[in-house]
């Protein structure tokens, strides 16, 4: 039952000078005792017995209006309340209740979370949560729950799933089964020790020297951003597609004779310096089938280096051989793996690339010309900006 001194839930109907009362919505038979007292349109009338949920008789005929659907209420006034019987049953009661909320979480306002020294002027009922290392009257009371009770303290020991509200910094705190821990911002232990992150800044921060490194970014380059050599240079082409006259550029490499093209591309210092790798996309001259090998290598120059010039020697080229798709208006791709760029990568240097085809190979097949239309270079970065 409902801890209250009244109930009016649902309504009544009652004739004029009636003594039978019906309700609708009621549960009267565990909240009404005979003796408390009906009370509807400024009249009031005892209640004589409870029929069940619904039907209850009055001591004697309202004297009243007859009322239909109409509020109400009934006080809890009948003498049978006083009783030590029914006051057992509510003390029991209000015991299960009391159980079930101590099983729950509880919350608690608090003046300061994590407070190792007792402060010098408290005022009655101030409520703290003791850090882990107290001093003075708290020594031994990590963690726990210190109320001033006016001329000593009082201690609380936690429990886990507790909530401990601090007013000082409006941030709310919870118990783990270890210690407090506060979620009202990012902590270093939810980050992650996995990231390596070992402090904060002072905004409360992960330093970005601290953070996960960037990955890989990819270089996208179509084939106008790539230069023909003067000497065996692969052929710019340039067609409209026949039904959709869709405009393609591409660099058309040779069957028979090794063919090439570069790319400068100057390097940003969150470059990490080391390999990478590339994806060509590539379309057929012809229907024809037949495995195109494709090649890939680097240079880098320094500034003011006498040895990594611009005329250097390239890295190791590295191939791939993949077949062509069979239908001239159908792209293919290859995948270049760990290219190692000659010289010695710096900040900011320049780096040369360099695709040709391996025309005279014998894993070379394909009798018609190879046409570069794409490339994604991917490369390494370790810094999150270039300043």
């Known amino acids: 039952m409902a801890f209250s001194n009244y109930y009016g839930t649902g309504t009544i109907t009652v004739s004029a000078n009636g003594t039978a009362v019906t309700g609708v919505g009621?549960?009267?038979?565990?909240?009404?005792?005979?003796?408390?007292?009906?009370?509807?349109?400024?009249?009031?009338?005892?209640?004589?017995?409870?029929?069940?949920?619904?039907?209850?008789?009055?001591?004697?005929?309202?004297?009243?209006?007859a009322l239909a659907g109409s509020a109400y209420m009934i006080v809890f006034n009948s003498p049978d309340r006083s009783g030590g019987t029914y006051v057992a049953e509510r003390v029991r009661e209000l015991i299960e209740r009391q159980r079930i909320l101590a099983g729950g979480a509880n919350f608690y306002s608090v003046k300061q979370v994590n407070l190792n020294a007792p402060p010098g002027s408290p005022v009655a009922d101030d409520l703290y949560v003791v850090g882990?290392?107290?001093?003075?009257?708290w020594s031994g009371y990590a963690g726990y729950l210190a109320v001033w009770l006016g001329s000593a303290w009082g201690f609380t020991a936690p429990e886990q799933g507790w909530f401990a509200y601090a007013k000082n910094t409006d941030a709310l705190h919870v118990r783990t089964a270890s210690a407090w821990v506060n979620w009202s911002s990012v902590t270093?232990?939810?980050?992650?020790?996995?990231?390596?992150?070992?402090?904060?800044?002072?905004?409360?921060?992960?330093p970005v020297a601290q953070m996960p490194a960037p990955g890989v970014?990819?270089?996208?380059?179509?084939?106008?951003?790539?230069?023909?050599?003067?000497?065996?240079?692969?052929?710019?082409?340039?067609?409209?597609?026949?039904?959709?006259?869709?405009?393609?550029?591409?660099?058309?490499?040779?069957?028979?004779?090794?063919?090439?093209?570069?790319?400068?591309?100057?390097?940003?210092?969150?470059?990490?310096?080391?390999?990478?790798?590339?994806?060509?996309?590539?379309?057929?001259?012809?229907n024809a089938t037949g495995n195109v090998r494709w090649a890939v290598r680097a240079a880098c120059v320094d500034?003011?280096?006498?040895?990594?010039?611009?005329?250097?020697?390239?890295?190791?080229?590295?191939?791939?051989?993949?077949?062509?798709?069979?239908?001239?208006?159908?792209?293919?791709?290859?995948?270049?793996t760990v290219v190692t760029p000659s010289g010695t990568p710096a900040d900011n240097a320049l780096l040369f690339i360099e695709i040709y085809?391996?025309?005279?190979?014998?894993?070379?097949?394909?009798?018609?010309?190879?046409?570069?239309?794409?490339?994604?270079?991917?490369?390494?970065?370790n810094l999150f900006n270039d300043a």
């Not at 005792?33 to 039907?55: M, S």
């Not at 085809?357 to 970065?381: G, S």
């Open 303 to 336: 500034y003011y280096d006498g040895t990594d010039k611009l005329d250097s020697a390239w890295g190791t080229p590295v191939a791939r051989v993949d077949p062509t798709s069979g239908v001239s208006t159908a792209t293919c791709y290859t995948d270049i």
């Open 26 to 65: 009621t549960l009267w038979s565990t909240t009404v005792l005979p003796g408390d007292t009906l009370e509807a349109g400024g009249r009031a009338v005892r209640v004589l017995a409870v029929t069940d949920d619904t039907h209850l008789t009055l001591a004697y005929g309202w004297p009243s209006t």
């Open 132 to 137: 882990a290392a107290p001093t003075g009257a």
């Open 188 to 206: 270093v232990a939810q980050v992650g020790a996995a990231n390596g992150v070992a402090s904060l800044d002072g905004g409360g921060k992960v």
């Open 217 to 286: 970014r990819s270089v996208c380059l179509t084939a106008a951003d790539f230069t023909p050599r003067t000497t065996n240079g692969a052929a710019p082409g340039l067609v409209e597609i026949s039904s959709n006259k869709r405009m393609l550029r591409s660099l058309d490499f040779d069957a028979s004779t090794a063919e090439y093209a570069q790319v400068c591309l100057p390097m940003p210092k969150s470059w990490n310096e080391g390999t990478f790798t590339a994806r060509l996309i590539w379309q057929p001259a012809s």
């Open 357 to 381: 085809r391996d025309a005279a190979d014998a894993a070379d097949t394909y009798a018609a010309d190879a046409k570069l239309v794409a490339a994604y270079i991917n490369v390494t970065l």
